[in-house]
Nanobody, 126 residues
Framework: QVQLVESGGGLVQAGGSLRLSCAAS????????MGWFRQAPGKEREFVAA????????RYADSVKGRFTISRDNAKNTVYLQMNSLKPEDTAVYYC???????????????????WGQGTQVTVSS
């Protein structure tokens, strides 16, 4: 069992940056792949980025590639999402999630992740 708490959301102008953090409880954080998802009003939750348990491999949605960076610090039980060059279409509630399964590829489907945080709002003004 792991509990996840996101922070770092807020209001930012287009072109600006934010860094989201997701703090995890439990001793098994370093064995989980971690992902970030987002959900805009009236839309389905969508994959943003994921990172392997050791941090060696990452995967990104095409819409954020080159602008967002996922990273993790297993000593601090925390995963980060650095978001640069933000656009109004990045506005959403951002969720972090944990995937305890061992997979060949990082999962992009939400139902592959067993544990979720409560979300943090990111609003990008034009």
């Amino acid at each position: 069992q792991v509990q996840l708490v996101e922070s770092g959301g807020g209001l930012v102008q287009a072109g600006g940056s934010l860094r989201l953090s997701c703090a995890a409880s439990g001793r098994t954080f370093s064995s989980y792949a971690m992902g970030w998802f987002r959900q805009a009003p009236g839309k389905e939750r969508e994959f943003v980025a994921a990172i392997t348990p050791g941090g060696a491999r990452t995967r990104y949605a095409d819409s954020v590639k080159g602008r967002f960076t996922i990273s993790r610090d297993n000593a601090k039980n925390t995963v980060y999402l650095q978001m640069n060059s933000l656009k109004p279409e990045d506005t959403a509630v951002y969720y972090c999630a944990a995937d305890p399964s061992v997979r060949l590829l990082l999962a992009v489907l939400a139902d592959r992740y067993d544990y979720w945080g409560q979300g943090t709002q990111v609003t990008v003004s034009s």
